[in-house]
């Protein structure tokens, strides 16, 4: 899952990419105004925390440009301003979440967790794959009853498939959600994750579309 | 001790009076003496005539012509109590009981009717043996024996009489006068002080924030008054904008760097619980900061705010699965600020979605004993709060969850907005279970 955190903090921003990064989260940081309604345009997120006051376009401002561009990414704001008429203005302009600072990282991470999960459709935090489970709430991955250890890529690979069970992702859009925006990016870096995810959980569940992408197929 | 009334009313009215009741009081001594002194006037002609025919009895050599005085006495006007004296160097002769006299007071004496250098002519007081009072006029006159003087003398009561019978229906046209100047004083002093007491009702308004300004088409010498007034208030306005905007600024800049601190030493649970504590005072003292500045009233209409707020809640506890029915008609509108409004209203739905296990209900409707209040209920079908602790929950601040946000701290606040606005909250149990929280509210 990869976040676009807008926060001007110098000291809060960085803080908040380390903590979401702990949790497997791919998180680009941006900390104006003017830069996070720009990545937001042109960027794949699956989410993104967005601070209400900040340089150059406040956060209320950046909202709006993306969704006046049809960018329907769930958004958070997370905001020191803790007034029900501020939270009922950010819902109105199109927010998805509204959390209060000072904050539980724990909070902000089950509510970005099940921000993303009812973005792709589902209703309910367990999705299961064959012999393959997903708590979307604690972000764990069991096979066979039993805990799958995945490092952050794999696990960000495997829960893009697992959201979109059924569906081809496209491999650019995979690799859009799974590696930061000035990550560098090797060719051949996403097969060798899809690679090592079949070791672990079978080479059955991700099916490779060629020329399209990757797909996760579920027995029945 | 104060000797003037604290009220102004009073005052005037005082003042008012005592005037009226000098002037009348002068306007009755005047009249009286004046009326006295034409009725003196009137008396001292006829005892003047008197002496005028006694002294035509007295001959150039100073003796008495017994045979005219005799012819004279007749036709001497008297009356009971009249009585006259004729003393020469040799003799003296009168009526009998002729009283005692001095010279009466110098303002009693008339220009002289026969000024001439050989008779004197004075005005006299005193009193009969019987201690009847007189008035009387005695006359000198030069002879070759000596000076003789023929004396005349009336009953007071001769003048006082008419003079009482005069002054009786004065002093009451006098009272009644009083009477009439205190009613009409009465009256203007209510007349006049009206635009006063408006402003003050106006004020009273203002100052509870049903009104923005008083009235400025004042009489003249309120004008100024209502002005200055106005200013206050406007300089008011602008402090509590301040004081807002001052919290609102300490909000961010305490906050973010808590943020950053509680990021720091998530894995240490003593530190954190010490900036746990660091936020909840922040947020009280916040909060308690924003309630304390609110009190612009406006009318804010209830079902939109209502909407929004559900909209809201319904979005922060999304994945628990709460229902919110909301029953308010369209035309109900509460005199609260809205941010206030939302606040109230905030704390007491985030709340019931908080304790609720499947339902939030949010009623309104115009209270049945007060046309102007409006109740609102909001009720959720969670455990509620038993009786015994509702006393403790309605205390400032107190949280009987301590994991998280409890009832405590929104229903703190809740009850402190309500307060400032004039309204009650009280809480009841939800049927079938479950707390209900009843809030009145003024209409707009």
């Not at chain 1, 956060?59 to 501020?86: N, Q």
């Not at chain 1, 199109?94 to 967790?113: I, N, W």
């Not at chain 2, 009841?428 to 009843?438: C, K, N, Q, Y």
């Amino acid at each position: 899952m990869r976040i676009l955190l807008v926060e001007d903090d110098a000291d809060l921003g960085p803080r908040i990419a380390r903590a979401l990064r702990d949790e497997n989260f791919a998180v680009d940081l941006a900390d104006d105004g003017i830069d996070a309604a720009h990545l937001g345009e042109t960027e794949l997120y699956d989410a993104a925390v967005l601070d209400l006051g900040l340089p150059g376009l406040d956060g209320v401002s950046v909202l709006r440009a993306w969704r006046e561009a049809k960018r329907d990414l769930p958004v958070l704001i997370l905001t020191a301003r803790d007034a029900w008429s501020d939270k009922v203005a950010g819902f109105k302009a199109g927010a998805d979440d509204y959390l209060v600072k000072p904050f539980r990282v724990e909070e902000l991470v089950m509510r970005l967790r099940a921000m993303v999960r009812r973005a792709s459709g589902h209703a309910q935090p367990r999705l299961e794959c064959g012999p393959l489970r997903f708590d979307s709430q604690v972000g764990q991955f069991e096979l066979d009853g039993l805990p799958l250890r995945l490092t952050a890529f794999e696990w960000r690979v495997l829960s893009q498939l697992m959201l979109r069970k059924g569906a081809v992702i496209e491999r650019l859009n995979l690799l859009e959600r799974v590696y930061e925006g000035d990550a560098d990016v090797d060719s051949n870096s996403l097969e060798v994750i899809i690679g090592r995810l079949r070791k672990k959980i079978g080479a059955d569940l991700i099916e490779t579309i060629r020329g399209r992408g990757y797909r996760l197929t579920c027995p029945a | 001790m104060r000797l003037a009334p604290r009220s102004l009313h009073a005052r005037l009215l005082v003042l008012s009076a005592l005037a009226s009741t000098a002037a009348l009081g002068v306007a009755g001594f005047t009249v009286a003496s004046v009326l006295e002194r034409f009725v003196i006037e009137g008396l001292d002609e006829r005892l003047d005539s008197q002496l005028t025919l006694l002294a035509s009895v007295v001959a150039a050599d100073g003796r008495i012509d017994r045979a005219r005085l005799e012819q004279r006495l007749a036709t001497l006007q008297a009356g009971p109590g009249w009585r006259w004296r004729i003393m020469t160097p040799t003799e003296t002769t009168g009526s009998s009981d002729f009283p005692i006299l001095d010279p009466g007071p110098p303002h009693h004496r008339p220009p002289d009717i026969a000024r001439d250098d050989s008779s004197r002519l004075i005005p006299m007081e005193g009193a009969s043996e019987a201690g009847v009072p007189v008035h009387a006029r005695r006359l000198t006159i030069q002879t070759d024996a000596g000076p003789v003087t023929i004396t005349a003398a009336a009953p007071r009561d001769v003048v006082l009489r008419p003079i009482r019978g005069a002054l009786m229906p004065l002093f009451g046209v006098l009272i009644l006068l009083a009477g009439l100047l205190t009613t009409a004083t009465l009256v203007q002093l209510r007349v006049g002080m009206r635009p006063l007491r408006r402003l003050r009702e106006q004020l009273t308004e203002l100052r509870t924030g049903l009104r923005g300004t008083v009235d400025e088409d004042q009489p003249t010498e309120l004008r100024p008054l209502a002005a200055e007034l106005n200013a206050l208030a406007a300089q008011n306005a602008a402090a509590l904008a301040g004081a807002r905007q001052s919290a609102a600024n300490l909000a961010h800049a305490l906050k973010t760097p808590v943020a950053a601190l509680a990021i720091d030493v998530r894995d240490d649970p003593a530190r954190s619980a010490q900036v746990a504590r660091i936020d909840t005072t922040i947020r009280h003292h916040l909060a308690r900061a924003r309630v304390q500045v609110a009190n612009h009233r406006m009318a804010t209409a209830l079902a939109p705010a209502v909407a929004d707020l559900v909209e809201t809640v319904g979005r922060l506890h999304l994945d628990r699965g709460v229902d919110f029915a909301i029953a308010i008609p369209d035309d109900l509108s509460v005199a609260l600020d809205p941010h206030d409004l939302d606040e109230l209203l905030g704390n007491l739905l985030d709340n019931a979605a908080r304790y609720a296990s499947r339902g939030v209900t949010i009623e309104a409707h115009r209270a049945r004993d007060d046309a102007r209040r409006i109740e609102v209920a909001v009720s959720d079908d969670g455990p509620g709060i038993p009786t015994a602790a509702r006393d403790k929950v309605m205390q400032p601040g107190v949280r009987l969850d301590e994991q998280g946000d409890g009832h405590g701290f929104g229903l703190a606040i809740a009850i402190d907005l309500t307060a400032i606005y004039g309204g009650s909250l009280t809480l009841e149990d939800a049927t079938p279970s479950g707390l209900r929280v009843v809030l009145t509210l003024p209409t707009a």
